[in-house]
């Protein structure tokens, strides 16, 4: 007679088998976009180490002098070190902004696993490079920069790679929840970055980056041995993206998500000039083209509303240990570890995006309301958020939550929904290239936020605050068509619900 099954394997056995491959691929670009999040952090907390007030250190052990620049990393030491910093910040910013409109094309047409795993390989040895500049004493300005922009490249396989592949493995139904705690990889990798960092800084700073460099690497050899691309190469059942036809035509009466991510108000004619490129080929379906990407409802609203919103966003994420430090006065570690409760804040901020978008069906007016919603608390920060460390903390979380919840969520569900979109008729190889185009754009953002910040600080930090009040501004102005569309949408099934009612 067989004894009855451990309890732990009853509970193994509970699950039907695709749910742990799903679970094992949710995992898996999680930690794998961790790190990538995690190799970028280091440089904002090495900042404040790059120069330093010297003063505070005493006098030069070498010559007693009292210079307050003779412990600074050359060529940081000098007046525009401010100026240098914003120069590394945006050599990667702007490499990464224009090799990820490249890496979606390429990431239609690779495989996802060869592809993922070369870009976390290379990042992870220009992540180390960076810090073995302490160790090899190099002080030229043009290694730093060069090895910036190698890295900035590099890391372009990663967003678009793992949103494809989580794409390819959930349906719609619950993504923007699902996607919401999946993305808090960004966040957590930013704290684990910031922790890291923090933890070598004061010692040796190169280590801040060759550890990270280490760990990204590790889980490109981690990715390269157990990424599944496709469920169908597991014999898993591939995910329902849309409603079957009997379920779309009942929503056509009661459904409120006409919005911003349908083409219900768009003729089959307009729609199908989107898809041109995406016809059924003998080996499949053929990668869209950028134009016909370009073409989706919805993809270049999003695009432009998230180059505003990562603008400001990048520039917390490069600037807020530094600002820490100069406003209120703390080390370089305490302040890369109070830098780390505005990705707290964003942890929240994303998974109740994800979460309130699922239940009301508007995406859009959930950023939009987000993004209203942190102006004023950005202002609030920068004149009361240094009152005291429960202020500063209680600022921090809740700012961080406003600014990244629409960052997270046009970047993942946003996304992913317009990358399934039903105009393209179940063609899976526009994911990538919609997902590069909306991060891409993004990425320019990212590229001038942290540049301006290093101009505009020079006439103080309030300044820097205007600009990123203004920028969370203009991104929910570019989203006011969009969010009319679902309100609109809203209002006619709530005008319906009630005819059906009275007949």
């Given at each position: 007679m067989r004894s009855i099954p451990a309890p732990g394997i009853?509970?193994?056995?509970?699950?039907?088998?695709?749910?742990?491959?799903?679970?094992?691929?949710?995992?898996?670009?999680?930690?794998?976009?961790?790190s990538y999040h995690l190799s970028r952090k280091p440089i904002s907390i090495v900042k404040s180490q790059l120069h330093y007030n010297c003063s505070l250190r005493g006098a030069n052990p070498h010559n007693d002098s009292n210079s307050t620049t003779w412990c600074d990393w050359?060529?940081?030491?000098?007046?525009?070190?401010?100026?240098?910093?914003?120069?590394?910040?945006?050599?990667?910013?702007?490499?990464?902004a224009i090799g990820m409109y490249i890496s979606g094309i390429f990431g239609e047409r690779l495989p996802l696993r060869y592809y993922l795993s070369a870009?976390?390989?290379?990042?992870?040895?220009?992540?180390?490079?960076?810090?073995?500049?302490?160790?090899?004493?190099?002080?030229?300005?043009w290694y730093f920069v060069i090895i910036q922009v190698c890295n900035g490249l590099v890391q372009t396989t990663g967003w678009p790679s793992v949103v494809t592949c989580v794409g390819n493995w959930f349906g719609k139904g619950k993504r923007g929840f699902i996607m919401g705690i999946w993305n808090s990889h960004t966040s957590v990798g930013n704290i684990l970055?910031?922790?890291?960092?923090?933890?070598?800084?004061?010692?040796?700073?190169?280590?801040?980056?060759?550890?990270?460099?280490?760990?990204?690497?590790?889980?490109?050899?981690?990715?390269?041995?157990?990424?599944?691309?496709?469920?169908?190469?597991?014999?898993c059942s591939p995910p329902l993206h849309h409603a079957s036809s009997e379920e779309k035509g009942l929503e056509a009466e009661h459904s409120i998500s006409d919005g911003s991510l349908n083409a219900s108000n768009h003729s089959r004619e307009n729609i199908m000039v989107a898809v041109e490129s995406t016809k059924e080929s003998t080996e499949g379906p053929e990668a869209i083209s950028f134009i016909g990407a370009l073409r989706i409802p919805g993809v270049v609203e999003f695009s432009f509303c998230l180059l505003f919103a990562k603008l400001v966003s990048y520039t917390f994420l490069y600037w807020l240990p530094l600002y820490?430090?100069?406003?209120?006065?703390?080390?370089?570690?305490?302040?890369?570890?109070?830098?780390?409760l505005f990705d707290v804040g964003g942890i929240i901020g994303g998974i109740l995006a994800g979460l309130i978008s699922d239940y009301t069906g508007g995406r859009a007016t959930t950023c939009c309301v987000m993004l209203i919603l942190a102006a004023p608390m950005l202002y609030l920060y920068n004149y009361i958020g240094q009152n005291g460390l429960a202020t500063s903390v209680v600022m921090l979380i809740i700012c961080g939550g406003l600014v990244n919840g629409p960052y997270a969520l046009i970047t993942t569900a946003v996304s992913a929904d317009l990358g399934t979109h039903e105009?393209?008729?179940?063609?899976?190889?526009?994911?990538?290239?919609?997902?590069?185009?909306?991060?891409?754009?993004?990425?320019?953002?990212a590229a001038l936020g942290p540049l301006l910040a290093g101009l505009i600080s020079q006439s103080g930090w309030d300044n820097v605050f205007y600009m990123l009040i203004t920028a969370d501004v203009l991104a929910c102005l570019?989203?006011?068509?969009?969010?009319?569309?679902?309100?609109?949408?809203?209002?006619?099934?709530?005008?319906r619900k009630r005819g059906f009612k009275e007949f």
């Open positions: 009853r509970f193994i056995r509970s699950f039907p088998r695709d749910s742990w491959y799903r679970g094992l691929i949710l995992l898996l670009t999680f930690l794998c976009y961790t050359k060529p940081f030491d000098q007046d525009n070190y401010k100026e240098l910093f914003g120069a590394l910040d945006n050599a990667f910013l702007v490499a990464y870009g976390m390989l290379l990042s992870g040895l220009f992540t180390a490079l960076f810090g073995l500049g302490y160790f090899w004493q190099i002080h030229y300005l970055g910031s922790l890291i960092a923090g933890a070598f800084v004061s010692q040796a700073w190169g280590l801040s980056f060759i550890v990270p460099g280490i760990i990204i690497a590790t889980m490109g050899v981690i990715c390269f041995l157990f990424l599944i691309e496709y469920p169908e190469d597991v014999e820490i430090v100069n406003v209120a006065h703390f080390s370089a570690k305490k302040a890369g570890d109070m830098s780390t105009c393209l008729q179940g063609n899976a190889k526009a994911l990538s290239t919609v997902t590069a185009i909306i991060d891409g754009t993004g990425s320019v953002g570019l989203l006011s068509r969009m969010v009319y569309k679902e309100i609109r949408g809203w209002c006619g099934c709530y005008a």
